[in-house]
């Protein structure tokens, strides 16, 4: 049977074309792009391919390329059958690659079958003519060999021809554009033989002398200069004919009467010519009269300077001295190049190892410092700035020294009278700033500012928790903290990379919460247009924070438990269940076991969210951590507000201790930017804090909250003195027996220094 391949990306055209050529009797292959398909024809040789065009890793025109260029491929005919004909040249272009035909989808399956027939009939016929083709074939190539060697000898003699010409050309243009540099030159160039006469010479030459070239031909080099320098020519020709070089500055004589310095320079010579060429350096001359001019007036200048200046060398080594420097070393001019500056300006006090200059040779910059100097009983400001050449290369330092002896008197007359006001100002401002400066955020847990031993504490047990996957229920006022609390037990954990999600539980309607919590589907209630996915899918591998769990209804606290024990639900409206790993930390204000006595709370929740409680004091109780706090706000709202707060009147810092905060860390957080409002300078300016009558009446429990409050006060008033004169008892107007007891009742401790 004849076998045709067949070669296409979509499986729906492979599967249609296979069963018509089946259909016909044909041994069927196929192959989903062109590298498969070349796989294929390797192992098993078909007799026809049917390929697309456009398919992945290597389309139909790839395919047909790599087909011809294989040798044992190449006489297998190959058919493009596509489906994407949309440019008349892509026929053109498959024809061109080596295939029979180019067909375009859909065609009729008779159709089809007839021209595969016709191509594997050409094909046959195509082979029965080998022989004879393969015969001429090698015929032609054998006489195309002996006409490549035949042009290859033509080619090689016409190259040497060529390079013979092109020698030529090249050698005489070589020396019409060295003609032409020379005219080009701006440099005077000139040839003299050995009379000293002018043979040739270019433009500029003339133009630097001023004569006419036909003048200027064949004059001696004597006539070029002025009477009063010829002889001193001659002794530079007679160097020239000794030595073969020359390279001074002589005065030259232009054509108009002016002399003009020229930098005369020969570089070859012979026994017939010299060539050599000459500059105008006149105003180089000029300048470097100018230079030495400078010099004189900067030397005066130097001399002037009030200061006593000193150059030197690396080695310490006095070169020069202005007239202020010898006047106060007593030393003579003539006896400084043997002088080092250690033994002029430092005497013999042994600060040679604080010498400025010491600093400045090794590092490059300028250097200075305070030296007395005993010998003259004086205080000098000595400066040295080094001297550095082009390359940056040290040659010496610029050593200055000024008498301070007379400001170093006033300075030790006011040191005192400075000291005894910085003492005062440190004193006034000692507790502000140290407070300031004691303002830290405790790492690893960046929002929380404490430093009482409770705080101490509950960070511990967060850190002992965190790693933990432990369910925790944090518990307290409102305002102390309880979300940062939880913030952090998140960030300690390992479910830190994905954030925390937080759900308040008082702020949404009973009839949206399980929904919120768990999700719903689409249709599950009147309303619900799309299906909604919940928190604790949402929280998945990372934590949720079920803040106010107290206000959760009941019946969304028994769905809740079967979360905390299963750690699976279903949204609302679907049966299906859904799998999470979520860690619950639960917080709220309310008291939780008196809601369970009440029935208000479900028992078993209760106790299957306290498996780790923690309880944050309120702020009353730890009056340490207020300055840390109301700093840390402070230091908050400075960015915002774009203030700056240096300190708190010591008066005001007082009665923020003292204040009893019931609405805690946010009510002082509250009030430190009310005060940042109306502060206008750098102390911060506020009234102190008062409690409202329903504050200082409170409930029960605040009331004898307000009782503890006010006796912690006194005490830290008083230094804990209980007893003693003046002490917390004798203020409070009761007997010291008396307030030892109710300090014991109401568990007041003297804290640990």
């Not at 070239?213 to 020239?240: C, F, G, Q, W, Y």
């Not at 005369?264 to 001019?293: K, N, P, W």
């Not at 998945?540 to 209804?553: A, K, Q, Y």
Request: hydrophobic share 40%; charged share 25%; with cysteine.
């Amino acid at each position: 049977m004849t076998k045709i391949l067949i070669v296409d990306d979509d499986r729906r055209n492979l599967y249609l074309l296979e069963s018509i050529l089946k259909a016909y009797e044909f041994e069927v292959i196929s192959a989903g792009n062109g590298a498969e398909a070349l796989e294929l024809a390797r192992k098993s040789l078909p007799d026809l391919v049917v390929t697309d065009i456009f398919m992945p890793v290597m389309d139909g025109f790839k395919l047909c390329q790599n087909w011809k260029s294989d040798k044992q491929l190449r006489n297998i005919p190959l058919i493009f059958y596509t489906a994407t004909y949309t440019d008349p040249k892509d026929e053109e272009y498959a024809l061109s690659l080596g295939a029979e035909r180019f067909l375009v989808k859909p065609q009729q399956p008779e159709a089809l079958i007839g021209v595969i027939r016709q191509v594997l009939a050409d094909g046959e016929q195509e082979r029965s003519d080998a022989p004879a083709i393969q015969e001429a074939e090698s015929l032609r190539q054998y006489s195309e060999v002996l006409f490549r060697k035949l042009e290859d000898k033509v080619l090689q003699l016409e190259s040497e021809i060529a390079e013979r010409k092109l020698a030529e050309e090249i050698l005489q243009e070589s020396e019409a554009k060295f003609r032409s540099y020379i005219e080009s030159s701006p440099l005077a160039i000139f040839v003299a033989d050995r009379e000293g006469r002018l043979i040739d010479f270019n433009l500029a030459a003339s133009d630097l002398l001023g004569y006419d070239a036909a003048i200027l031909r064949n004059m001696h080099i004597l006539d070029l200069h002025p009477e009063s320098e010829r002889e001193n020519v001659l002794r530079k020709l007679a160097t020239l004919l000794e030595t073969g070089h020359v390279e001074t500055e002589i005065r030259a004589k232009r054509c108009d009467g002016k002399i003009i310095w020229v930098s005369l320079h020969v570089v070859m010579t012979s026994d017939r010519f010299s060539l050599g060429y000459c500059q105008d350096i006149t105003e180089h001359r000029l300048m470097q009269e100018h230079i030495t001019a400078a010099a004189e007036q900067w030397q005066a200048t130097f001399d002037s300077i009030q200061d006593q200046v000193m150059i030197l060398d690396t080695k310490f080594r006095v070169l020069r001295a202005n007239d202020a420097a010898l006047s106060f070393l007593g030393l003579p001019l003539s006896e400084l190049p043997a002088s080092r500056c250690h033994n002029l300006m430092h005497g013999t006090d042994g600060s040679v190892a604080r010498c400025p200059v010491e600093k400045a040779l090794q590092t490059g910059r300028h250097a200075d410092a305070e030296i007395f100097h005993k010998g003259k009983n004086a205080w000098l400001l000595v400066s040295a700035d080094p001297i550095l050449d082009a390359t940056g290369n040290l040659l010496g330092v610029v050593h200055t020294a000024k008498d301070i002896s007379e400001r170093k008197q006033m300075e030790g007359l006011l040191q005192s009278r400075i000291t005894e006001i910085e003492k005062l100002k440190k004193q006034l401002e000692h507790e502000n700033i140290s407070l300031r400066d004691e303002v830290r955020l405790l790492s690893p847990h960046s929002e929380i500012v404490a430093q009482s031993p409770a705080m101490q504490q509950i960070l511990f047990q967060v850190q002992q928790v965190a790693p933990t996957d432990s369910t925790v229920l944090i518990t307290g006022e409102t305002g102390t903290g309880k979300e940062l609390i939880a913030q952090a037990i998140h960030n300690l954990s390992n479910r830190k990379a994905l954030p925390m999600v937080t759900v308040n539980c008082a702020s949404l309607p009973p009839s949206l919460i399980e929904s919120e919590l768990f999700g719903r589907e689409k249709g599950a209630y009147t309303g619900a247009m799309s299906r909604m996915v919940g928190r604790f899918e949402i929280a998945d591998r990372s934590t949720i924070l079920l803040d106010e769990i107290g206000d959760l209804p009941l019946e969304i606290q028994a769905k809740l438990l079967r979360v905390l024990e299963d750690r699976r639900f279903e949204r609302l409206g679907s049966t299906k269940s859904i799998s999470v790993n979520v860690r619950v930390v639960a917080s709220t204000n309310r008291n939780l076991e008196q809601m369970v006595q009440t029935d208000k709370f479900r028992k078993d929740l209760y106790y299957r969210l306290k498996v780790f409680p923690i309880i944050i004091p309120p702020l009353r109780t730890r009056p340490e951590d207020i300055p840390l706090l109301a700093w840390s706000f402070i230091h908050h709202f400075e960015k915002r507000m774009g203030k700056y707060i240096q300190s708190i009147p010591k008066k005001r810092l007082e009665a923020l201790v003292h204040y009893s905060w019931p609405g805690n860390a946010r009510e002082l957080r509250n009030f430190i930017e009310h005060a940042m409002i109306v502060s206008s300078g750098p102390s911060l300016e506020m009234l102190p804090p008062v409690l409202t009558t329903q504050e200082m009446l409170g409930d029960g429990e605040k009331l004898e909250d307000l009782e503890r409050g006010h006796i912690l006060r006194v005490l830290e008033e008083t230094g804990w003195r209980v007893s003693a004169r003046g002490g917390a008892a004798e203020i409070l107007g009761l007997k010291p027996t008396t307030l030892e007891a109710r300090m014991k009742k109401l568990g007041i401790r003297r804290p640990r220094q």
